[in-house]
């Protein structure tokens, strides 16, 4: 049986990089870091009120920015 999970997403929108929360646009930020952050923070807090497992996912422009930015340090 398909358990439902709650899924924070995070995603390239133009300059900048949206959280969602089950598909609703809950934040934006301009750092990639702040953005991953951001998510992970809530998605650890929902773990711990939530019955449901929690996921956060990330779009292949995030994945290809990290790998920039690991290249770049």
Same mark, same amino acid.
């Given at each position: 049986?398909?358990?439902?999970?709650?899924?924070?997403?995070? #995603?390239?929108?133009?300059a900048t990089w949206g959280i969602? !929360?089950?598909?609703?646009?809950?934040?934006?930020?301009?750092?990639? #870091?702040?953005?991953?952050?951001?998510?992970?923070?809530?998605?650890d807090r929902e773990t711990l009120?939530?019955?449901?497992?929690?996921?956060?996912?990330?779009?292949?422009?995030?994945? !290809?920015?990290?790998h920039e930015i690991r290249l770049? #340090?």
């Amino acid at each position: 049986m398909n358990e439902h999970a709650i899924e924070y997403h995070i #995603a390239d929108i133009g300059a900048t990089w949206g959280i969602f !929360r089950e598909g609703v646009q809950i934040a934006v930020r301009s750092d990639p #870091a702040d953005a991953i952050a951001f998510a992970n923070f809530f998605a650890d807090r929902e773990t711990l009120m939530s019955a449901f497992p929690v996921r956060v996912s990330a779009d292949i422009h995030l994945h !290809r920015t990290l790998h920039e930015i690991r290249l770049a #340090a």
